[in-house]
Nanobody
Framework: QVQLVESGGGLVQAGGSLRLSCAAS????????MGWFRQAPGKEREFVAA????????YYADSVKGRFTISRDNAKNTVYLQMNSLKPEDTAVYYC?????????????????WGQGTQVTVSS
């Protein structure tokens, strides 16, 4: 059974940094993509970033390009999201998820396993 466990959220001032981790277990993920999504209160879940396990191609939402970096450690089955220059509008619960057939990358509908989420709060 696939399990995803996020960590690294917290409270930070605007302009600060956080690094989120997502540890994946339960099977091999060589052909998948891993994505980060976020959901703020009263808003829909939105795409943040994704990375392909094989090849390492990365994808970003326009709102985080140049500030966030997604990476992976294949040996640890872990995906990271380094978040720099954080803004109050980045405040949300952040989720990692698995996309088993990564043709469509940015839609949450194509991700079939999700972590429990980790809260990120950016104060102004």
């Amino acid at each position: 059974q696939v399990q995803l466990v996020e960590s690294g959220g917290g409270l930070v001032q605007a302009g600060g940094s956080l690094r989120l981790s997502c540890a994946a277990s339960g099977r091999t993920f060589s052909s998948d993509a891993m994505g980060w999504f976020r959901q703020a209160p009263g808003k829909e879940r939105e795409f943040v970033a994704a990375i392909r396990w094989s090849g390492g191609s990365t994808y970003y939402a326009d709102s985080v390009k140049g500030r966030f970096t997604i990476s992976r450690d294949n040996a640890k089955n872990t995906v990271y999201l380094q978040m720099n220059s954080l803004k109050p509008e980045d405040t949300a619960v952040y989720y990692c998820a698995v996309n088993p057939k990564p043709i469509v990358i940015m839609s949450p509908a194509f991700y079939n396993y999700w972590g429990q989420g980790t809260q990120v709060t950016v104060s102004s």
